[in-house]
């Protein structure tokens, strides 16, 4: 079943993924089961309970405890699945990697309709932001006169990971919700305005190069379709290298996005009230 449905799967470039793609294996076969069964038992039910073998309905209803037992089974089987299951999962997922990893930490700000994407410099420590500051050069509201600020990197749509090091991504949004969606990282989730939801994976493999798709799952406005961007993964050197020749190099002001642009939105389009959102 795995290797039928991968077939139709993106390929899969993270520590976490084959897990994911078991269990939406493991999912297909519950359901083809289910399938075969009720419609095995449907198919019984209406030759043992026709009209023509059963003149007379009885009204007696059943007389065993079976459905009681039955009920208990579900019940019982159902605490196992949340404690033996969910609760350990939702606990690793938790649990972010610890400073003995290494991890990179960086910030992503959703907007209608782009990714911002704050890296936190050689110092590793993020400059202040504010709403205030925010502009059509500064998306992210980096405040120019906090020094910690001044070696932070910001790029629109450009995400670009290391090998084989666990990154932690701090998900916000400005305006609506979005859903941060990497597809070759089997990684999803919601982005939200006014939350930090911060997610973790580890890249296994480089991309060579290639560019993949950051996508909004969530139909945000008008120009969903388009807020879109692209994302590499990289060796130690390259990442290095791509960190040192984005950093500001006389920093008086934290660098706007020195990459084009993925997607076709400009800053104007990008900024909040460019476009009626629909919800
Ligand atoms: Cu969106």
Redesign the pocket.
């Known amino acids: 079943m795995e290797k039928f449905l991968a077939q139709y799967m993106p390929p899969d470039y993270s520590a976490h993924g084959h897990e994911l793609d078991r269990l939406n294996a493991i999912v297909h076969w519950l359901m083809l089961i289910l399938f075969v069964a009720w419609g095995a038992y449907f198919l019984f039910v209406l030759f043992r309970f026709s009209a023509k073998r059963n003149g007379k309905a009885s009204y007696g209803g059943m007389k065993s405890h079976f459905s009681t037992y039955a009920e208990a089974g579900v019940a019982i089987i159902e605490v196992i699945l949340l404690v033996g299951f969910s609760i350990p999962l939702w606990s690793r997922w938790t649990t972010k990697p610890g400073a003995e990893q290494n991890p990179i930490e960086l910030k992503l700000v959703?907007e209608q309709?782009a990714w911002n994407i704050h890296y936190p410099g050689k110092d590793g420590v993020f400059g202040r932001a504010d709403a205030s500051f925010v502009t059509s050069t500064n998306p992210l509201g980096l405040d120019p006169n906090d020094p910690k600020g001044k070696d932070d990197i910001a790029t629109l749509n450009h995400l670009h990971l290391e090998v084989n090091r666990p990154v932690i991504i701090h998900l916000t949004s400005k305006d609506v919700i979005?859903s941060f969606f990497l597809p070759v990282m089997r990684v999803k989730q919601d982005a939200i305005p006014g939350q930090d939801v911060a997610i973790h994976f580890t890249p296994i493999r480089t991309t060579n190069g290639d560019k993949w798709e950051i996508a909004?799952a969530?139909l945000?406005g008008l120009g969903?379709y388009r807020?879109r961007g692209q994302f590499e993964v990289q060796t130690k050197e390259e990442f290095a290298k791509w960190l040192a020749s984005n950093a500001p190099e006389n920093p008086s002001t934290p660098a706007p996005n020195p990459v084009p642009a993925a997607s076709p939105a400009t800053p104007a389009e990008a900024q909040p009230g460019g476009g009626p959102a629909h919800t």
């Open positions: 959703a309709f979005h909004c969530q945000c969903h807020m």
